[in-house]
């Protein structure tokens, strides 16, 4: 196989005319055309819907269109018009459908009707929603709560988030894992022990005022491309923007706006990051570590001349604790060792450094690429060191802007679920509601996995998603899934994870947010927060895929009735007729985050989440920001002392959501046609002695006892650090071990797993 089979090197820019070629195909395949009006009226835009894609923040002055090529696919995905009615199951034996890819099972269209996994003919066959209650309420009270597990999957609102929290926990347990446990679980940690907040303290309009920009381990251009927007308007202020990551990712290289015409007619693009770091995968500790040396150096020598410094010493000295081991750290740490650790000479980090010192206000993004390594903790951590150093938190134009993954990821942690107890309001809960919630931590998304494995766990209750397909160890986890006594899944279109059935499986099919959600007072409205703590309402305008649909926040209230002793201890059936009750009750429970919740629903750009950090309270224990002194160099769970072992970046392509694959493209990486393939350094390969056109066998590097080994994918020459690869999510999930999860806060370290590569 040719690499010019999968493999075109581009230069095409993110956006302009491949985004709207990709957009008229999609349509097509999805049979979505209709929705296009929609989109251009109502997405991302007050009155109408918010995006299911991506959780960038949604400004209060629209663009005329304020989609962007992926939100616009996730949209025509969910509004499709192929269906997945019970005749379909009739024709396909769940053996048969486990031989499927992933983008063909969600590709046969929305699921129309509840449905239940008949061991006996191995299909899914047809049930009542009266019938699946009663048999899901009457297994769930005899369960022992703890060793049940209530998941949710980033996307249902706060109203539906809000009351699943409060059904776990009156059900018995905090066992209320999210999709964050494998995203940004690492930015919650850290920045609360950093900062005293668990989320971003930058808003929208930062953007305006910024004068620097830095970028690490994210990309922009599939995963957030509304951002470019804010980026190519802060280069056309002549803003620098400087990217740590290593691949060069389009997204971050070159930006048509689709929305300008003259840019689109002279295909012109603009020019994002002004300076772009290969930096190995895992090397960013060792990277900003350089940079903070860098100031540091040039600060005392600045002090030494009696010329001012390059460090806020009253920042620091007012605001701040640590710095003195901080700098004695920097102090401490050889070059040879940044250098090696990094992968980046010290000529390349000193423009990076310099362009620092001489900003008055800096943002940092950061995404995967930090957060899911061994030491993704101390990698944020890092960064906020950087930015604390020259005062960057708590000013206009300058913070810390973590970009969320799910469109309501972050908002369902504001609304209580959350399996660490710290983190919510328990003894409100208990006023509000008259009853007395578990008050030991509950099991996040790794420990949920370890309970699995080792035979604990009896049911799974998946508000969303698509659980065993996003978690790593992927053969142990689809064998011990099938001891499960009971696992309830709510979503809207078929997936791997239905298939891998429990004693007893039901498919509880739902709306999707475009769609109207009619209840008994009328059109319901749903709400959610962006990544930067603006609240946004939200209100379908297409009608169901089908007339058997339940709504998220009735399927809530109808397992709460079916399953809790006490189930009148929380107006259920008010809340699931009438979604602004709910938001009054969120109110009574979360007071200062949402005040004046229902009048406040239509505030243009949503309304900010007050942010103590953005206002310099420091809510941590020492009441002061925390330099925090990372005990290592390297992220990743290898030590790079065997060269023959290289680090993989599990990636996602510009055709997929997460498990979703859209297609199999990835237009801006110039890769075509398959997702088997792994990305390598040439010198790498040759090295390895693998042919250029080689099939090849990936290897987990670990010496465990267990063996993880996945086989044909096609070898292409890639633009990457030495000791870096890459492949895509989810088809190497089998290759990451479950124990390789971030220091405190367990997000699986899927950007640096240790491989071996070979001719396969
Ligand atoms: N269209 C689309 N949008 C999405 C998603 C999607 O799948 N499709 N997923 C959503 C979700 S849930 C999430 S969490 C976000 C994810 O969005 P991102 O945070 O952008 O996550 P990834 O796609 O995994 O890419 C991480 C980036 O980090 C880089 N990287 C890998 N390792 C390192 C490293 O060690 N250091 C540095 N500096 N960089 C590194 C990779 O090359 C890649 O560019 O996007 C959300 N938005
Ligand atoms: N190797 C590797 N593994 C990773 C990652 C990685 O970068 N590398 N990234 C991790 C990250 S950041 C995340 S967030 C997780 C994602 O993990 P999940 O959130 O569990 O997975 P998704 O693929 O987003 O879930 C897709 C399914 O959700 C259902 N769905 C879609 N829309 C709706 C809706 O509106 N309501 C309901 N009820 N269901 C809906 C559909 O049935 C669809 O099949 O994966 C993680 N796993
Ligand atoms: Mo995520």
Redesign the pocket.
């Known amino acids: 196989m040719s690499d010019q089979k999968w493999h075109h090197p581009t230069d095409q820019p993110t956006g302009g005319w491949g985004s709207v070629k990709s957009l008229v195909k999609h349509a097509t395949r999805q049979r979505a055309v209709h929705s296009v009006p929609g989109l251009v009226a109502a997405h991302n835009k007050t009155g109408g819907y918010m995006c299911?894609s991506c959780a960038w923040a949604k400004p209060g002055k629209p663009h005329t269109a304020e989609f962007c090529e992926n939100g616009a696919k996730a949209t025509f995905w969910d509004l499709t018009t192929r269906r997945a009615p019970p005749s379909f199951f009739a024709r396909h034996t769940v053996s048969e459908l486990l031989r499927w890819s992933d983008h063909d099972l969600?590709h046969e269209g929305r699921l129309t009707h509840p449905l239940r996994y008949d061991a006996t003919q191995d299909r899914y066959v047809e049930v009542t929603w009266d019938e699946a209650y009663a048999d899901i309420g009457a297994k769930l009270k005899g369960y022992d709560p703890a060793r049940v597990v209530f998941y949710a999957?980033?996307?249902?609102s706060l109203e539906t988030s809000y009351m699943y929290q409060l059904l776990a926990r009156m059900y018995g347990n905090n066992n209320l894992p999210d999709?964050s446990n494998?995203?940004h679980e690492t930015t919650s940690v850290a920045l609360a022990e950093s900062l005293g907040t668990p989320v971003g303290t930058v808003l929208l309009e930062d953007f305006h005022h910024t004068d620097c920009i830095l970028s690490f381990g994210q990309n922009v251009g599939t995963n957030s491309p509304r951002l470019l927007h804010d980026l190519q308007q802060a280069r056309e202020r002549d803003v620098p923007i400087i990217v740590f990551n290593p691949l060069r990712e389009r997204g971050w290289e070159a930006f048509v706006n689709p929305q300008d015409p003259g840019q689109m007619l002279s295909n012109k693009a603009t020019q994002i990051a002004t300076q772009y770091h290969q930096v190995r995968a895992g090397g960013d500790i060792a990277a900003l570590m350089g940079m903070a040396k860098l100031l540091l150096d040039w600060h005392e020598a600045a002090r030494a001349r009696g010329e001012p410094g390059v460090i806020d010493e009253s920042f620091i000295a007012e605001h701040t604790t640590g710095f003195e081991a901080f700098a004695a750290h920097l102090r401490g740490t050889s070059w040879d060792d940044i250098e090696r650790e990094s992968g980046l000479p010290r000529a390349a980090l000193e423009p990076a450094a310099r362009t620092y010192a001489g900003a008055r206000a800096v943002i940092a993004i950061y995404g995967?690429g930090l957060t899911?390594h061994r030491y993704g903790v101390e990698n944020v951590q890092m960064l906020v060191n950087l930015l604390l150093m020259r005062g960057h938190i708590g000013r206009r134009g300058a913070g810390i802007c973590p970009v969320r993954?799910?469109s309501n990821v972050q908002g369902q942690r504001t609304v209580g679920i959350a399996e660490r107890t710290a983190l919510v309001p328990l003894d409100r809960l208990a006023r509000q509601y008259r009853f007395e919630p578990p008050r030991e931590d509950g099991l996040n998304t790794v420990q949920a996995c370890e309970a699995v494995v080792s035979g604990e766990l009896q049911a799974f209750i998946g508000?969303?998603?698509?659980?065993v397909r996003?978690v790593p160890e992927r053969e142990l986890m689809e064998r011990k899934w099938r001891d499960l006594d009971l696992s309830v899944q709510?979503?809207?279109?078929l997936?791997r994870t239905h298939l891998i059935t429990a004693r007893t499986t039901y498919l509880l099919p739902?709306l999707?947010?475009s769609e109207i959600d009619m209840q008994a007072s009328g059109p319901q409205i749903v709400t959610m927060e962006d990544s930067t703590t603006c609240i946004h309402a939200s209100r379908g305008r297409h009608p169901p895929a089908s007339a058997h649909l339940m709504s998220?926040t009735r399927i809530v209230a109808r397992l709460a009735k079916a399953c809790l002793p006490d189930a009148d201890k929380a107006p259920w059936d008010i809340w699931a007729a009438d979604y602004g009750q709910v938001r009054e009750a969120i109110e009574a429970t979360f007071p200062e985050d949402f005040r004046d919740f229902n009048a406040r629903l239509d505030q243009p750009g949503g309304f900010p989440r007050p942010v103590a950090a953005r206002e310099r309270r420091w809510l941590t224990d020492a009441g002061k920001a925390c330099f925090k002194v990372p005990g290592m160099l390297n992220a990743s769970f290898d030590d790079g002392a065997d060269p023959d072992v290289l680090r993989l970046v599990?990636l996602?392509s510009n055709d997929q959501?997460?498990?979703?694959v859209y297609g199999n493209d990835d237009r801006l990486r110039g890769i075509r046609g398959t997702r088997m393939i792994v990305m390598m350094n040439r010198q790498d390969r040759e090295r390895l002695g693998i042919a250029r056109h080689a099939k090849v066998r990936l290897t987990t590097a670990v010496d465990d006892g267990v063996a993880r080994s996945m086989g044909g994918f096609d070898v292409i020459d890639y633009d990457l650090p030495l000791g870096t690869c890459a492949a895509y999510?989810?088809e190497?999930?089998a290759l990451?071990p479950l124990w390789q999860y971030a220091r405190e806060s367990m997000t699986?370290a899927?950007k640096s797993v240790p491989v071996r590569i070979a001719a396969d």
């Not at 709510?490 to 279109?493: R, S």
């Open positions: 299911t969600e999957s980033g996307r249902a999709s494998m995203c995967m899911q993954g799910h508000l969303g998603g698509n659980f996003a709510i979503a809207t279109k997936n739902t999707v947010r998220e599990t996602r959501f997460n498990t979703t999510y989810p190497c999930n990451i699986p899927a």
